[in-house]
């Protein structure tokens, strides 16, 4: 009769037997940065993978290579983690450790969020060669140092109630224990992930006997101190380990597509970070057709696809395959005799990755077509920082392509079978602000911070913008006027005719100049004029400075006069709204103190606020703003919109309110900086029973601008506080042929219809629904 443990152990899909072990891969005769499809390095810029180990090429505080497709579960049972260490670094230098984390956890219990942000226990050997688990520490004479040839093995085995008992055994290549530590832990502090770690920063002295607390301090990130490490040969064994394959991650990460009408595919397969020395060939399989082959882009590890006359009308599998790995996913035809929906997101903070329930919820909504108005990373997701250089680097480049590769991560599954666009802003080019100034690079004699960014022009290299420009817009068909900017970098400005949708798609940021230098009087610090008494109504028109420029105003001229065969709609995508519809406090001269505004309860209402002049909204500069709107109106398009981290619907003023197109700007999927629109005055001409900040309204600039609904942050009683306070969410527009309507509703980050009441609905103010033919709002 079969023990009803091991009855049970048989039973979970992956569980290890006792005597089975599990090796993940790595290889063995190249060079690359990516460690593996069975990995996750963090970061990536501080690993390759070289004589088939991981090695740790950068210091730092917590550089770890998480193991993504195993880990120890809740049942009881033994488990044993083993892997090779040797020291690279001549010196250990800081209070690091080398060794394992385990029972790498993070709030969401989603394993990508525990393998990017994920917290646990250490065990390994400290910077004096001491050897630890937890707060303990091994008696006796520490190892010599340096630590080469040094195997590390995690083992434990159930005690009596729910206590472990945890062994750390220190060996040489033959196998003799070289010292060893032992102590017992708490059951709740195994369950997770597992990391191999070389950190210049001290684990946390973690009480393993007591239960896992709630919340558990992380290893600091710092860069400083020495010790570089190769590790390798991980093997992991034993019945509390689950194999969970199904959770490697590439080499082809994700893919992007969009099919227009005239039956052009352009499909993006986003792979791993291969060595740039590396040829790799990927091919793209439709059925009927022969096999299409690309090469992999080496700066930005895309291979983008071109296939003709397609039918547009139809459903069409499609097989991807690189380096031995194989994505499948299906190119989906415009809809036709129903409504088209949309759904549009922007800003993403890493707070809530992997965003698993506005996945869902936008998976209820069932969208045809997805967009993403920029600010797809922000300096802070992933953790570890940036890494500039206005030089070409490809450390520069990991570290953008991990931080992305989370984005990739989060919206995989619907990407797979929904076309898309992907616009690239500010903080995707690791700007904070961005006046791209033609293309020009931007000052960094000073540095990378405000001085470089309002200097304008682009202060990372021209090879990393266009990685980014290729690995967010590689699936946008050709640009419209594909000739580089004088620097060399690249362009996407294009247009795009979907069913009855005919978008056309603009950088509002790429060509924009910078208002610093053209307005010396305003003493502009950071995008913000600080100069007392300086009137941005009266002085900040500067009739030559751009906004699209002169390429974009000339392709825009001509899309808007020459709609695509069978379109029904118009619409413009780009990253920020042709306005600045946020308010500040009378006596704040920047946006600055932002983060550490209180973000008021529903029901109360900011005191003095006012239009405040952000020269990094669209707001600004005056002249070509309204040639820009001019050619909007003349298209009778609705403009889809996001970056301002607050969800807005409103109408642009071109002579007079209301004679201009209708905007609408995605909240934030998550942020640190909650903007709101909350004026002292209350708008003109509002609708009947509408609240006071809706109504006609100028903007610090004196745009004429008519706000419909705004979605502002409030403190709601909903945890985590520091999203769901922020009014985050997502857009969600419905194109009705038939009628000509379009309904435009910005929804909450935890809503959907499928959701119980009142979580089944948008945000208040919304819907908003408008005839874009007659530039009328109908209900």
Not at 28 to 51: F, I, S
Not at 503 to 522: E, M, W
Request: proline share 9%.
């Amino acid at each position: 009769m079969i023990p009803r443990l091991i009855f049970l152990l048989l039973a979970l899909p992956g569980i290890l037997a006792a005597e089975e072990k599990f090796v993940p891969d790595i290889a063995a005769n190249v060079t690359r940065p990516w460690p593996g499809k069975d990995y996750w390095a963090n970061p990536a810029e501080d690993w390759h993978t070289a004589k088939g180990r991981l090695e740790n090429t950068f210091s730092g505080g917590n550089r770890n290579v998480v193991l993504l497709s195993a880990e120890v579960t809740a049942e009881k049972g033994t488990f044993n983690a083993r892997f090779l260490l040797d020291q690279i670094s001549f010196e250990l230098f800081g209070d690091g450790f080398v060794g394992i984390q385990a029972g790498l956890r993070a709030p969401s219990g989603d394993y990508r969020e525990a393998a990017v942000l994920g917290t646990g226990f250490s065990a390994g050997i400290d910077f004096t060669g001491r050897a630890f688990i937890g707060k303990t520490k091994a008696t006796g004479e520490p190892l010599p140092l340096p630590l080469r040839g040094i195997v590390l093995e995690l083992k434990g085995e159930p005690a009596e109630g729910d206590l472990y008992e945890l062994d750390l055994l220190v060996q040489d290549a033959t196998g003799k224990i070289l010292r060893s530590v032992s102590t017992r832990a708490h059951s709740s502090w195994l369950p997770g992930l597992v990391a191999m770690t070389a950190s210049t920063q001290p684990a946390p002295a973690a009480d393993l006997a007591a239960p896992r607390p709630a919340q558990l301090p992380p290893i600091s990130q710092k860069r400083e101190g020495e010790g570089r490490f190769g590790l390798s040969k991980l093997e992991i064994s034993g019945s509390k380990f689950q194999r969970l394959p199904e959770r490697a991650f590439g080499p082809i990460l994700w893919t992007t597509y969009t099919l227009d009408n005239d039956g052009t595919l352009c499909l993006l397969a986003q792979a791993a970070p291969f060595a740039r020395s590396e040829r790799i060939e990927a091919e793209l399989v439709l059925p009927g057709r022969s096999p299409v082959s690309a090469v992999l882009d080496p700066a930005s590890r895309t291979a983008r696809f071109r296939v003709l006359r397609m039918d547009p009308s139809k459903e069409t599998p499609f097989e991807v395959k690189l380096a031995g790995d194989s994505y499948k996913g299906v190119i989906r035809p415009a809809p036709s005799g129903r409504p088209l929906k949309i759904a549009s997101l922007s800003c993403n903070d890493s707070t809530g990755f992997p965003h698993a329930d506005l996945v869902a919820n936008i998976r209820t909504q069932a969208p045809d077509f997805i967009t993403f108005h920029g600010d797809q990373i922000y300096e802070g997701i992933g953790g570890y920082g940036l890494v500039y250089d206005h030089r070409p680097s490809d450390r520069a480049l990991l570290s953008y392509l991990r931080k992305y590769a989370m984005h990739g991560w989060t919206w995989r599954e619907i990407l797979r079978d929904t076309p898309s666009v992907t616009l690239p802003d500010d903080h995707d080019v690791f700007h904070g602000n961005l006046w791209g100034a033609g293309g020009n690079p931007s000052d960094t004699s000073r540095g990378y911070g405000n001085s470089s960014q309002d200097s304008g022009g682009y202060k990372m290299s021209v090879e990393f913008v266009n990685a980014v420009h290729r690995t967010q817009t590689g699936n946008l068909p050709d640009p419209a006027d594909p000739s580089p900017c004088r620097s060399g970098m690249s362009v996407y400005f294009t247009r795009h005719a979907w069913g009855p949708l005919d978008f056309v798609i603009l950088a509002d940021r790429q060509f924009k100049s910078a208002p610093k230098a053209l307005l010396p009087a305003a003493e502009i610090e950071n995008g913000w004029p600080q100069a007392k008494d300086w009137d941005p109504r009266t002085a900040a028109d500067v009739a030559d400075a751009d906004l699209l420029g002169i390429r974009q105003e000339t392709y825009l001229a001509r899309w808007a006069k020459t709609p695509a065969k069978d379109a029904k709609f118009r619409i413009a995508l780009s990253q920020s709204p042709f306005c600045a519809p946020q308010t500040l406090p009378v006596d704040m001269k920047s946006d600055a103190g932002v983060p550490d505004l209180k973000v008021l309860r529903p029901g109360e209402y900011a005191p003095d606020d006012e239009p405040k002049p952000d020269f990094d909204t669209n707001g600004w500069p005056g002249a070509a703003r309204l040639r820009t709107l001019k050619m909007l109106a003349e298209a009778k398009a609705v403009h889809l919109t996001g970056d301002q981290h607050l969800g807005s619907t409103g109408q642009y003023g071109l002579e007079s309110w209301g004679d201009g197109s209708f905007w609408i700007s995605s909240p934030a999927t998550a942020n640190v900086w909650p903007r709101r629109w909350m004026p002292a005055a209350e708008g003109k001409n509002r609708r009947p029973g509408a609240p006071k900040w809706t109504g006609d309204f100028e903007d610090a600039f004196g745009n004429k601008i008519s706000i419909h609904a705004v979605a502002n942050p409030h403190d709601i009683d909903r945890e985590p506080a520091r999203l769901f306070d922020r009014a985050v969410g997502y857009t969600l527009t419905t194109w009705d042929p038939a009628s000509g309507k379009v309904r435009l509703e910005n929804w909450p980050y935890w809503a959907s219809p499928a959701k119980p009441a009142p979580d089944n609905q948008p945000y208040p103010g919304w819907p908003v629904v408008i005839d874009p033919a007659s530039g009328k709002r109908v209900e």
